[in-house]
C-alpha cells in the first residue's frame, strides 16, 4: 500500500498525540515523562505551523506518522537552521514513510531558505527495552552526521542516556542569501485566528 505525504491539518492534532504519547509513556525517544494534553499539542502544532513546514503521512487513509520543522536554538542567526521531529506508528517503522516524510520536509524547507537542519536523538549506552540506537541509524541513512554527544544527559525509567545533535546540510551557504520565508510552506488554515 502507497504511503501519501500531505501537509498536517488541526484536526490531525488528536492522531498526532496517539503516536506521539506511545514514545513518551512506553520508549525513552522522548525525554518527555507524561504526553501533552490535547490542548498542548495543538498549540504546539499550531505555533510549529505557523512558520515551518508541518507534514502527515497516510496509507490507506490512516496517519501512520508526522513530521515538522521548528527553530533551531531560536535567535536570529540561526534562522537559516531547523531542528527536525519525526514520529511514526510503532507499527510502521521501518517501511520508508520516514524517508517520504523527511525527503519532503527537506525540499519544502530548502524552497524557504534553510540549509542546514538538525536532529536531537536519545541514545543509549547499550540498546535497551526502552531506546535503541534505531533513530540514530534512521537519521545517518539520511544523510546526517553526529555533531555533538551530551553524556547521561536525559534521565528515564531510572537509566541515564545519551543525546547526540546530528546535522545535514540541504542547501549551499550564499554570502548574500534572501530572507527565509518562514510561513510559506504552511497552508494557510494554520493563520486563521482560533484555530
Known amino acids: 500500500m502507497e504511503t501519501t505525504i500531505r501537509d498536517a491539518l488541526p484536526q490531525d492534532a488528536a492522531r498526532f498525540l496517539e503516536i506521539y504519547s506511545y514514545y513518551v509513556t512506553e520508549t525513552a525517544v522522548s525525554f518527555e515523562y507524561e504526553p501533552p494534553t ?36 531560536g535567535r536570529r542567526a540561526y534562522d537559516r537552521s531547523a531542528e527536525l521531529t519525526i514520529y511514526l506508528d510503532k507499527s510502521y517503522t521501518r517501511t520508508g514513510a ?25 541514545v543509549p549506552e547499550t540498546d535497551d527495552e526502552y531506546l535503541t540506537h534505531n533513530s540514530l541509524d534512521f537519521h545517518e541513512h539520511m544523510g546526517f552526521r553526529s555533531v555533538g554527544v551530551f553524556r547521561r544527559c536525559g534521565r528515564k525509567f531510572g537509566r541515564w542516556y545519551d543525546m547526540v545533535w546530528a546535522e545535514k546540510i540541504i542547501a549551499p551557504h550564499s554570502d548574500s542569501p534572501d530572507e527565509v520565508a518562514f510561513g510559506s510552506q504552511s497552508p494557510c488554515v494554520w493563520q486563521q485566528p482560533g484555530v
Open 38 to 73: 490535547i490542548a498542548q499539542f495543538q498549540s504546539r502544532m499550531r505555533e510549529t505551523a505557523a512558520r515551518y513546514p508541518y507534514l502527515a503521512a497516510e496509507r490507506g487513509g490512516e496517519i501512520i506518522g508526522y513530521a515538522c520543522a521548528h527553530p533551531f536554538v
Open 98 to 122: 520516514g524517508k517520504l516524510l523527511y525527503g519532503e520536509l527537506e525540499k519544502r524547507l530548502v524552497r524557504m531558505g534553510i540549509t542546514n537542519v538538525y536532529a536531537c536523538i536519545g
